[in-house]
């Protein structure tokens, strides 16, 4: 073989190498895809850090799990005042001192505000939480409407504690201000 030739062949050999590589990476990634596509990127837990806003001193954490029967709420939030607040996911997942750009409460489905028991209401209407004398709410239920899956998605949301009680009055149950805010976010499983 003449030394050009043995160039050539060389040269065809590491161009055939690189050109398998190419193949076998796309492979991979295809068979990555295809996997995370059926095992799912499924999210089965989500948490909420709740930050007080401007003049309150609540806060707390919530976290969401999802279960056979729903998603179970959990969580503890302090520095409230005594008795009932109202507790729902609002459209937007963004603080702000006062509250209000989390915006409306979280309404896909077109329904009237309403008990989280109600048959009918948003599907952010998660209703009251309650503080002790200390300030502390405790929180913990399943509910079957709310979803970490599709256009009812809660993930990314708001989830916001009132300042007064949720009385279930229309249009968003006269809860007043909004002491706590937090984001609604993909949690380690
Ligand atoms: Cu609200
Ligand atoms: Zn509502």
Request: no cysteine.
């Given at each position: 073989m003449s030394i050009k030739k043995g160039v050539t062949a060389f040269a065809v050999g590491v161009l055939v190498c690189i050109a398998l590589m190419g193949l076998h990476t796309s492979a991979v990634a295809q068979r990555e895809a295809a996997k995370a596509k059926t095992e799912g990127v499924q999210v089965s837990k989500a948490v909420a850090i709740l930050e007080h806003t401007q003049g309150s001193e609540a806060k707390g954490r919530v976290t969401f799990t999802q279960t056979e029967h729903g998603i179970q709420v959990k969580g503890e939030i302090s520095g409230l005042t005594p008795g009932e607040h109202g507790f729902h996911v609002h459209e937007f997942g963004v603080w702000s001192p006062d509250g209000k750009?989390?915006?409306?409460?979280?309404n896909p489905t077109a329904q009237k505000h309403g008990e989280r028991?109600?048959?009918?209401?948003?599907?952010?209407?998660l209703g009251n939480i309650k503080a002790n004398e200390n300030g502390n709410a405790v929180i913990d239920f399943v509910d079957?409407?709310?979803?970490?899956?599709?256009?009812?998605?809660?993930?990314g949301r708001g989830l916001v504690v009132h300042?007064?009680?949720?009385?279930?009055?229309?249009?968003?149950?006269?809860?007043?201000?909004?002491?706590a805010v937090g984001v609604i976010g993909v949690a380690q499983p």
């Open positions: 750009a989390a915006g409306g409460h979280f028991e109600a048959a009918k209401r948003h599907i952010g209407d079957p409407r709310l979803t970490f899956h599709g256009p009812h998605s809660i993930i300042e007064k009680p949720d009385d279930y009055g229309q249009p968003t149950g006269n809860a007043g201000g909004r002491v």
